[in-house]
């Protein structure tokens, strides 16, 4: 039984960081692509960032420069590190395991809430 669990959300003012970590069990973590998404109120939910297994990363251009993503296979974890945040970064933040064998599925975390305002 795979399991995903972020941690690590709340409120924060404008300019304030945040790091969300994200434990995977249930699942050989290095053998799978991780991501962080996201979803606003009222609108679909996007790619955040990603790190396949071999380590080839990926951001939304509205994230670059602000978000890094990293991961710790030794831990099972993968962590979204997020500075310089502003209201428009306000969504539910979801962590995302991908497998591609023997069939494409995505396992998901229960989502952690991220509300950036003054």
């Known amino acids: 039984q795979a399991q995903l669990v972020e941690s690590g959300g709340g409120l924060v003012q404008p300019g304030a960081s945040l790091r969300l970590p994200c434990s995977a069990s249930?699942?050989?973590?290095?053998?799978?692509?991780m991501g962080w998404y996201r979803q606003a109120p009222g609108k679909q939910r996007e790619l955040v960032a990603a790190m396949t297994n071999g380590g080839t990363i990926d951001y939304a251009d509205s994230v670059k420069g602000r978000f890094t993503i990293s991961r710790d296979n030794n831990k099972n974890t993968v962590y979204l590190q997020m500075n310089s945040l502003k209201p428009e970064d306000t969504a539910v933040y979801y962590c995302n395991a991908r497998r591609t064998i023997p069939y494409e599925y995505d396992y998901w975390g229960q989502g952690t809430q991220i509300t950036v305002s003054s």
């Open positions: 249930g699942i050989v973590f290095s053998m799978y692509h």
